[in-house]
């Protein structure tokens, strides 16, 4: 039996011994998702149970080296993790903004000590991560940030305004970019830090939305000192940690095209519209669908190889654009066929039932995507830029 077949044969066995029969469901609302955290209040006694048996083999985050906390698997080995988990269903253990964002900026540009201290912190989940780069007058054009920074030696005093900034609230950590050269061009005068959400002068305010929720904030610096020991990388050179973060946020994003928790055909279906050979009997709705597999089968198949290039040590560059761009539009197209396939009940918005709804508001959520971590219009800015050499102004 070759090496890979008997981790396989291993990994079957732990996960069916080790996860909660609860956690072999789908997540279908944000209560599902553990985000872990100083704050985070467990869903239920197995959502923690799953967490710590998967933090302490470092699977929450396979291939992260196991000396900071991960699982040191090879790529060919957390692929197979991957597929016997989505075998049973089982969740994500841990989702996170340290996971997917931060943790791959400070293996390619932390400190050791940096990488010692917070990457095993982020793959147990104890650390929640708030991103802190939209502001009033910077969201495309990041790099107008205008968050300063004040040497004072051994600290900055930074005093600003972010906005956007997703769960701030909630969070116990926020990576900020923060202009600390002001005499700088736009790009160079801008450092990464790292600064602890309850130290004095952090403060957030809830977005409260049309629907009454608040997945957002602005976020306020009045006098904050941050040690100089928390910058990444070098100072006013923020923007080279902001855009290798920024690919994999991009990246993980244009992921959700790929889509595996929704299935527009089993909506068809479940809504009755088929014929006595069983199958969908709208023409046109079969069509699209039949369309729309091929595509994000075609999109899964790219969005690999620049994952495998990626592994390789290739970088994923200005590809992370193209993978945004066509994921986020494939994802908003799956949600609106399953609004199309499920007819008048998936206009359902709340019900007795805590899935009912799920659909209409997945598909009003799915419209963000070619928004947060830049629109649409700014990747295909880059695409013409950066790829196909177009000329620009
Ligand atoms: C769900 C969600 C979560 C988010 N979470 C965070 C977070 O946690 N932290 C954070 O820092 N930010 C977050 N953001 C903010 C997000 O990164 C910004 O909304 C995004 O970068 C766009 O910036 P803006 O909103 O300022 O729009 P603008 O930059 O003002 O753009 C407005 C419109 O003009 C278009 N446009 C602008 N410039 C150009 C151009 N040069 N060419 C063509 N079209 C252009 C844009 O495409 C857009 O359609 C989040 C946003 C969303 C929707």
């Known amino acids: 039996m070759s090496n890979l077949e008997s981790f396989r044969n291993e990994t079957r066995d732990w996960l069916e011994a080790n996860c ?14 553990c985000w872990g955290g100083k704050r985070f209040e467990f869903a239920s006694d197995d959502q923690k149970i799953w967490l710590e048996r998967m933090s302490s083999r470092g699977w929450t985050c396979p291939t992260w080296p196991e000396e900071y906390g991960g699982g040191g698997l090879s790529k060919e080995e957390a692929e197979i993790l991957k597929e016997e988990m989505s075998r ?5 253990a841990l989702i996170s903004f340290g996971i997917w964002m931060l943790g791959p900026a400070l293996l390619k540009y932390g400190t050791e000590e940096q990488k010692k201290h917070y990457l095993p912190q982020i793959t147990r989940g104890e650390i929640r991560w708030a991103q802190g780069y939209s502001e009033p007058g910077a969201g495309s054009d990041l790099a107008a940030l205008r968050t300063k920074g004040d040497d004072k030696g051994d600290h900055w005093v930074v005093n600003g305004q972010k906005v956007w900034t997703s769960y ?27 600064i602890d959400m309850t130290w004095d002068g952090v403060s957030t305010k809830p977005i409260k939305l049309i629907s009454g929720k608040s997945p957002f904030c602005e976020t306020f610096f ?19 940690v902001a855009k290798y973060l920024l690919s994999h946020e991009r990246a993980n994003i244009a992921g959700g095209g790929s889509g595996a928790q929704m299935n527009p055909a089993s909506a068809a279906r479940q809504s009755g519209e088929v014929d006595e050979d069983g199958r969908i009997s709208d023409p046109i709705l079969r069509a699209d669908i039949a369309r729309l597999t091929i595509d994000a089968l075609a999109f899964e198949t790219t969005l690999q190889r620049i994952k495998d290039q990626a592994d390789g040590g290739q970088g994923v560059g200005a590809k992370a654009s193209m993978l945004k761009y066509y994921g986020t539009e494939l994802n908003k197209r799956r949600h609106e066929l399953n609004m199309s396939a499920l007819g008048s009940d998936g206009l359902l918005w709340e019900g007795d039932n805590p899935e009912d709804g799920d659909p209409a508001r997945s598909w009003l959520r799915s419209r963000a995507n070619s928004i947060e971590g830049g ?7 880059i695409l013409a830029k950066r790829v196909l050499e177009l000329p620009g102004g």
Do not use: Y
């Not at 116990?172 to 736009?186: G, N, Q």
């Open 20 to 33: 909660p029969d609860s956690m072999r469901t789908p997540i279908k609302s944000e209560k599902d998702i």
């Open 222 to 240: 009045d006098d904050v000192e941050v040690p100089k020991e928390n910058i990444v990388h070098e100072a006013g050179r923020g923007w080279d």
């Open 168 to 194: 701030a609230d909630e969070c116990d950590w926020i990576f900020a970019l923060v202009r600390t050269e002001p005499d700088a061009p736009k790009h160079l005068g801008i450092s990464f830090l790292l």
């Open 375 to 381: 629109t649409s219009e700014i990747q295909l800015n």
């Open 88 to 92: 049973i269903k089982a969740r994500p």
